[in-house]
């Protein structure tokens, strides 16, 4: 069998790759060799601190033998069965999800990952509804599909206009740091904060008809778009909106599943049931591809005289599902949520002791393992430290010594986002932030200047 060596790795790569969100001729990508709990190594032996959990996803960690081992099993017992079959890690994962999913909250449509699962619940929201409107926030995202793309409220939809899904209404982000409503009122209560933001939703159902829409479709915890926790109340709030005018409710728990936020779902934290609830990332910790889509009983019966006309070939994949359900039973084992929960305060005080050394930070804000820092120009007036949808060389280069010395993350726009495995340690986490003090110089003379 043909092999390559180390070095013949980031030359072929970008020799016939083709890479998604980039200009081709400016890709630079880290040639991986292997990866490890919190770290990874480039084929030169350079160790990274993984502070991103690679795409928000190694929830588990990196190299853990027992989902190894779960997917090397299952490969050599039954590698593939189609989507019409009924297999052992198919009833196995349907039986562990529905011991950690909310409510009743136990029906379960797989999907290849989180776009896809997005997707199905659109649909599953249209058909059961009758109803073709979809309302989602604008700092959302959602994935890069037709459909997924076009419920995306973040700018990353807009190349694609006007070929997308029709039919979805954005609306406003209960966004605090930056509330278009509260400017003149910045010390507004949370409840009354939160309300402002759920009038404004139920003034858009009214305009646009809530005969009209079948669902709203929102990120639990916003994810890329800034890590932005709902106010107490707001979730609840939505939960009676959709319950008064007949409307689903679509969790996308896409990022924030899978004990990111402290909770098995980001909905726990706040006690709302959605109707149909998507999934994907730390659904197997990225050992596989996978999503899925869990729906409420009667959703699932709708169909039961009804055809759902959807499909995928490679749905409920064998592999992927024992994936899952170990990376599952790995999580119940090692207490992981419970740990991401233990961890939370830790990372929110580092990020609070960062954000008063430096005064390019104009905000922090996390929830368990899932934290951003908001760059600023200016504290007083918030100016961000990149235009919205812009870039700076200040934020590139704050990237670079990160890569530099060694700590892999994702910045977007002007927020750094801070999603280590789950896995971390407290003096890992220091590792982390003992660089980002030294980059937010760069950032910081800025502000001086």
């Not at 990196?62 to 189609?82: K, M, S």
């Not at 039919?167 to 904060?193: C, K, M, Q, W």
């Not at 419970?338 to 922090?364: I, K, Y």
Request: aromatic content about 8%; charged content about 20%; proline content about 6%.
């Amino acid at each position: 069998m043909q092999t390559i060596t180390d070095a013949e790795i980031l030359p072929l790569s970008l020799e016939h790759g083709f890479w998604t969100w980039s200009a081709q001729g400016k890709v630079s990508p880290i040639p991986v060799q292997r990866a490890k709990g919190v770290y990874f190594w480039d084929v030169d032996g350079k160790r990274y601190l993984d502070f991103n959990s690679m795409v928000m996803c190694v929830n588990i960690g990196h190299g853990d033998e027992r989902v190894i081992n779960a997917i090397v099993q299952q490969a050599r017992e039954l590698p593939f069965a189609g989507p019409p079959m009924a297999t052992r890690p198919r009833a196995l994962l349907g039986k562990l999800l529905a011991e950690v999913t909310p409510g009743d909250l136990n029906r379960f449509l797989f999907t290849l990952g989180g776009a896809d699962a997005n997707e199905n619940a659109i649909k599953l929201a249209r058909a059961y509804t009758g109803r073709h409107k979809i309302l989602a926030r604008y700092r959302s995202y959602h994935g890069a599909t037709a459909g997924a793309m076009a419920a995306t409220g973040d700018p990353r939809r807009l190349a694609w206009e006007p070929n997308l899904m029709p039919g979805v209404v954005h609306f406003l982000d209960p966004y605090r740091y930056r509330s278009t409503f509260h400017r003149t009122n910045p010390d507004i209560s949370e409840a009354d904060f939160a309300l402002d933001y759920l009038n404004h939703l139920e003034e858009i159902i009214q305009y646009e008809g809530p005969q009209t829409i079948a669902a709203i479709l929102l990120e639990t915890v916003t994810g890329t778009n800034g890590v932005i926790i709902p106010p107490q109340g707001y979730l609840q709030g939505v939960r009676q909106l959709c319950d008064r005018y007949g409307i689903l409710l679509i969790a996308d728990e896409v990022m924030s599943g899978f004990g990111r936020t402290g909770k098995w779902f980001a909905v726990d934290h706040w006690n709302v049931v959605p109707d149909l609830m998507t999934m994907a990332k730390g659904l197997t910790s990225a050992y596989a591809p996978l999503g899925a889509v869990a729906m409420r009983p009667q959703i699932a019966e709708f169909f039961n005289e009804r055809v759902y006309q959807g499909g995928l070939t490679y749905n409920s994949h064998p592999i992927s599902l024992a994936a899952a359900a170990a990376n599952i039973q790995v999580m119940q084992e090692d207490h992981i949520v419970e740990r991401a929960a233990a961890m939370g305060p830790v990372l929110h005080r580092m990020l609070t002791d960062l954000g008063e050394q430096h005064p390019s930070v104009g905000e922090v804000r996390s929830i368990g393992l899932f934290g951003v820092i908001e760059l600023v120009r200016d504290r007083k007036t918030r100016q961000p430290m990149v235009p919205y949808n812009g870039a700076s060389p200040e934020m590139a280069a704050l990237r670079q010594y990160m890569l530099d010395h060694g700590v892999y993350l994702y910045t977007h726009w002007h927020t750094v986002l801070i999603i280590p495995p789950l896995i971390i340690t407290e003096e890992q986490l220091a590792e982390g932030f003992a660089v980002l003090n030294q980059a937010l110089e760069i950032t910081d003379r800025v502000v001086q200047s």
